[in-house]
């Protein structure tokens, strides 16, 4: 029976320091650790958050260096591709400017043996006249001498005269 | 600093304590083979006596007896009597075989163990420090020491990983909040009752262990006291009652989803929910109380037997000692495990309590 007889003052004593015990660990203990507890996990918390968001982050940086890089290989390919067409055109025009030029030089040159030419003919003209002249003159000396004589005369005279 | 000074000041409060109750106990080594001694040679040994000994409270902590000396550490008794408090050690009573200022140690029949006005035969208001006072006093000094230590080192090491002691009892103290609060009560309310819930659990759970250890300082049945489990039942009840919403009287007064007739002209179903109110807490002090009693008694009761065999055979005796002490250690371990599992289940059935006083109508 004395085991099922609870003891008065063990219940006076048993409530009264309880009391005081739950007080006072509520108070000193369980306030701080449960406080400590709670900022531990709400940094963790955070530090978790602060790594997924710079995970989020290095891979978007990744994905914008990615797309960077992609944008300068195709600007690359553009300028690359533009000189090209640029070189082609320079050499293009450089062609056509030499093919131009050398038409030019080839029609100076073609102006210049004409004019040559006609300056030539021109010469020729004058000392044709000038034979001319002596050769009358010399038929007309001839005349003097035979009148048959003249016309062979001249018609040798002129087969004579070549034209160089 | 000031924190610290107080754990400091702790620590010299258990050396203070412990310190004192050493030398009392050499002070009370008192050798009785002189005489004036009841009982022969020839006692028969009782082994029903010897465990319910060791399982009730006593105004003395007996620690050992070496042939006829006995060695305890005395208690104050304190006493109400005729409007008026008498306090002395109970050395003075000579365990049970001298008087003391008219008082004594009733050793036999119906007031056995309690102390009694020897002219009128009354039994005096009892208050004495008697052996689960001063366990449970010591073991609230070393609680609070504990976990105050720890809550030193939450505020010191801010945010940084647990080390030492705070590693090996954060897990526990977690394991309350969220495997035991959190449910029960309610991710809202349950911080109101992590105080409560938290030293009952810890206030159980070392108790228990402390219980386990066979000498002294440890030894003292003090979890498998009714009037320890009784206490802890009614702060139960008290905080479940006050933290009843109208719902939860609701249900008593006039149960919803039961037919008319339970409730008019015969109110069964209120008496039976009243009596619920009451069975909820009253429960939980014959669980704890019957849980720890009974494997300390298995305990002792492996222990008898070596003496049994031995008074009849002393071969015999060893003999028994070599079964008895292997299935005591295997009550040991599983007395470790009952420690654990009956603090839990305490501060969960608590929980539960206060989250069915608080559960919103549905």
């Known amino acids: 029976m004395e085991l099922v007889q ?37 940094s963790i918390d955070d530090a978790l958050n602060a790594a997924n968001k710079a995970r989020e982050d290095m891979k978007a940086l990744k994905f914008s260096n ?91 005279l002129i087969g004579e005269v070549k034209f160089n | 600093m000031k924190i610290k000074y107080k754990g400091l000041s702790f620590i010299r409060q258990i050396a203070l304590i412990v310190g004192v109750m050493i030398i009392s106990t050499q002070v009370s080594f008192s050798n009785e083979s002189e005489g004036r001694h009841l009982t022969n040679d020839e006692e028969v040994y009782d082994a029903g006596k010897m465990i319910i000994e060791h399982v009730i409270d006593a105004h003395e902590w007996h620690i050992m007896t070496i042939g006829k000396t006995h060695v305890s550490v005395p208690l104050p008794v304190i006493l109400y009597d005729e409007g008026e408090f008498v306090v002395f050690m109970s050395s003075k009573f000579h365990h049970g075989h001298e008087e003391y200022k008219g008082y004594k140690l009733e050793l036999d029949g119906e007031n056995k163990g309690k102390i009694v006005n020897v002219e009128s035969g009354v039994l005096p208001l009892d208050l004495s420090i008697t052996k689960n006072v001063a366990a449970m006093l010591m073991s609230m000094v070393f609680i609070s020491w504990l976990f105050i230590s720890i809550a030193r080192s939450y505020t010191k090491r801010k945010g940084m990983a647990p080390k030492g002691m705070q590693s090996l009892l954060e ?20 911080e109101k009752y992590m105080p409560y819930l938290l030293t009952l659990f810890f206030f159980i759970f070392l108790n228990n262990m402390f219980g386990l250890i066979p000498f002294f300082p440890g030894g003292a049945n003090l ?61 939980l002090m014959v669980r704890l109380f019957a849980n720890i009693t009974a494997g300390h008694i298995i305990v002792l009761g492996f222990m008898s037997l070596i003496f049994i065999f031995g008074n009849m055979n002393v071969g015999l005796g060893y003999g028994v000692s070599v079964v008895s002490v292997a299935f005591a250690i295997f009550m040991g371990l599983l007395e470790l495990l009952v420690a654990f599992i009956q603090a839990y289940v305490f ?14 109508s549905h």
């Open chain 1, 66 to 156: 990615e797309q960077m890089l992609k944008e300068a290989k195709e600007d690359r390919d553009v300028i690359l591709r533009e000189a090209r067409a640029i070189k082609d055109k320079v050499i293009d025009e450089a062609k056509e400017k030499a093919s131009a030029e050398a038409a030019r030089i080839v029609e100076a040159a073609k102006e210049n043996i004409q004019y040559e030419k006609m300056a030539a003919i021109t010469d020729l003209k004058n000392q044709l006249a000038t034979l001319s002249i002596e050769i009358a003159e010399k038929v007309l000396k001839e005349e003097l001498s035979a009148k048959n004589k003249h016309k062979d005369l001249v018609e040798r």
């Open chain 1, 6 to 42: 609870p003891g008065i003052g063990l219940i006076f004593w048993m409530t009264l320091s309880f009391a005081a015990l739950i007080f006072i660990l509520a108070k000193f203990a369980w306030k701080p650790i449960l406080k400590g507890l709670h900022e531990r996990e709400a």
């Open chain 2, 223 to 283: 979890t498998g006291n009714i009037a320890i489990t009784g206490v802890m039942a009614v702060f139960t009840f008290l905080i479940t009652t006050f933290s009843a919403n109208k719902n939860y009287w609701v249900h008593i007064v006039n149960t919803p989803g039961v037919p008319w007739w339970l409730k008019i002209p015969i109110p069964l179903m209120p008496v039976v929910e009243i009596m619920g109110v009451f069975t909820k807490p009253f429960v």
């Open chain 2, 171 to 190: 897990p526990l103290i977690i394991f309350i909040r969220d495997d035991v609060a959190k449910p029960s009560i309610g991710e809202k309310k349950y």
């Open chain 2, 347 to 360: 501060t969960l059935l608590s929980a539960l309590y206060f989250g069915m006083a608080m559960e919103e």
